[in-house]
């Protein structure tokens, strides 16, 4: 299993351009989440979904949007870059059963808006 | 919404000694705590985790203990070793209206371990 992939691993963005991140996984799992990672920081969360075709917000959603139209894939959206979402995007999935909970995470993807 | 606070935000200490992080959370309703570690440069992974009904789990040379009346929990690594050194992340699922699938990190400790 390739567990959680995610690419790009870098991208430089302009101010006012729009991309997507891709998440994949293969293992399975019905969660799935997005999280950012600011410089020194802690992990917030930004959406997250419990199957195809539900998704919700998380602490921070502002500026970004997420769709879960398969189990395998978690796109999230920036449709217009600002500085202020410069940071490390995480995505991961969630295992269920068996008493754990375990997130699997992917290995990232720094994302710099200029 | 849950709110976790993380203490301290760095932490050095002597290979060998102890380390303990601590963590509260505010939602009473939460009932799963994990801790995940993050090396430089790499992504977090689970390393120990605790369930509200348990008020204390080991696992080799780390441990994690839960006050439910307090809402606080913390980790414990004994003889800590450089390969200890990373960013640890204690985390809380909160438990209301269907927010049951939420992980509420908190904002981590810098943990470094002097040989």
């Known amino acids: 299993n390739a567990g959680v992939t995610q690419t790009p691993k870098f991208r430089i963005l302009k101010i006012g351009q729009s991309m997507t991140l891709q998440c994949t996984q293969d293992?399975?799992?019905?969660?799935m989440y997005w999280y950012r990672q600011d410089p020194g920081m802690g992990l917030k969360l930004i959406y997250y979904s419990v199957g195809a075709g539900i998704t919700d917000k998380g602490e921070v959603p502002n500026g970004y949007n997420v769709s879960r139209s398969t189990t395998e894939d978690f796109p999230l959206r920036l449709e217009l870059a600002a500085p202020s979402q410069t940071s490390v995007y995480f995505c991961?999935?969630?295992?269920?059963?068996?008493?754990?909970?375990?997130?699997?995470f992917g290995s990232g993807t720094q994302l710099s808006v200029l | 919404g849950e709110n976790v606070e993380q203490h301290p935000s760095t932490l050095s200490v002597q290979e060998g000694d102890s380390a303990v992080i601590k963590c509260t959370y505010s939602d009473s309703a939460s009932n799963y705590f994990p801790w995940y570690k993050q090396e430089l440069g790499k992504r977090p992974q689970l390393i120990i985790d605790?369930?509200?009904?348990?008020g204390e789990k080991k696992d080799q040379r780390i441990a994690v203990t839960l006050n439910k009346t307090a809402k606080h929990f913390s980790l414990h690594i004994t003889e800590t070793q450089p390969e200890d050194s990373a960013v640890y992340f204690c985390?809380?699922?909160?438990?209301?209206?269907?927010?049951?699938?939420?992980?509420?990190f908190g904002t981590g400790t810098l943990l470094a371990v002097q040989p």
């Open positions: 605790i369930r509200s009904n348990v």
């Open positions: 985390a809380a699922t909160p438990n209301y209206g269907g927010a049951t699938n939420k992980l509420i």
């Open positions: 293992m399975n799992h019905n969660y």
């Open positions: 991961a999935s969630r295992h269920t059963g068996g008493g754990g909970e375990k997130l699997f």
